[in-house]
């Protein structure tokens, strides 16, 4: 049995102040057993939101990290000082990051791996822009997008990743990809893990898709075969739209 995840990718949003209020109305409500729900806040929410979901089923995970240890990288995050304050999970690979702050599949690569050997799980995102999709290009590109950065990884740290398929153009924009759409990638992604690894992989690996989720369209979404979840940014924010998108499987 695959897992079921729904993480909340907050993105630069949600002071001290957004962040307490957010957090303490997701853990009045009831967390499904089979879900794993997780919020993803700045870096500077990250030790108090652990405090404030102390004793709870929901995960505080990060949303980028620096490929290296420690050292001259001003600004920059490492995986040590994650794990250092029990945060185990990151995202890893975010179109953000990739558009805005040039982040390659060379580079993610790296971070991939940096994470995955400090024993942290990775939610690796990537997806086709609008072009690509409009040019028919949109399996290609992902192919590409994952040989390059995960398919020289052992088969044994499989175990570790969790990937994102988010359709550049479905972010943030309303559009959502329909559930067929979203569906027909997925089943293609596990088809290339099974080719280039093998079918218990590809089985065993989840597959969230993130792009406009919001509580009117999870459902279906969810219901889909390869679809085992998602990572969702603006309907996060809201408490009662992100408790609907996890109660939706
Ligand atoms: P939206 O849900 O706001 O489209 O964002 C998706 C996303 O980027 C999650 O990482």
Redesign the pocket.
């Known amino acids: 049995m695959r897992d079921k995840i729904v993480a909340g ?1 907050w ?1 630069m949003n949600n002071d001290q102040y957004q962040t307490k209020e957010l957090l303490s109305n997701l853990k009045s409500s009831k967390i499904p057993d089979d879900v794993r729900v997780m919020v993803a806040p700045s870096f500077t929410q990250l030790s108090q939101s652990k405090n404030l979901l102390n004793n709870t089923n929901i995960s505080v995970i990060a949303q980028n990290m620096n490929a290296a240890h420690s050292g001259a990288y001003t600004g920059e995050i490492s995986a040590d000082m994650l794990k250092g304050i029990e945060v185990n999970t990151v ?1 890893i690979g ?3 990051r990739r558009s805005i702050f040039n982040e390659s599949d060379e580079i993610l690569k790296e971070k991939v791996k940096a994470a995955l050997a400090a024993d942290m799980e990775v939610i690796f ?1 990537f997806g086709e822009e609008l072009q690509e999709r409009k040019t028919n290009n949109h399996y290609k590109v992902v192919a590409n997008q994952l040989k390059v950065a995960l398919f020289e990884l052992p088969e044994i740290v499989w175990k570790n990743l969790i990937l ?1 398929y ?1 359709p550049v153009w ?4 309303g559009e959502t990809a329909s559930p067929q759409q979203a569906q027909e990638m997925h089943a293609y992604i596990r088809k290339l893990i099974a080719q280039n690894y093998n079918q218990s992989t590809a089985e065993n690996l989840a597959i969230l898709y ?4 919001k509580p009117n369209n999870a459902k279906e979404i969810f219901s889909e075969q390869d679809v085992d979840g998602g ?5 996060s924010l809201k408490a009662n739209d992100f408790i609907e998108i996890f109660s939706a499987f």
């Open positions: 990718n993105k995202i975010h179109s953000e995102c994102a988010e479905a972010i943030g924009t993130g792009g406009s989720v990572l969702i940014g603006g309907a």
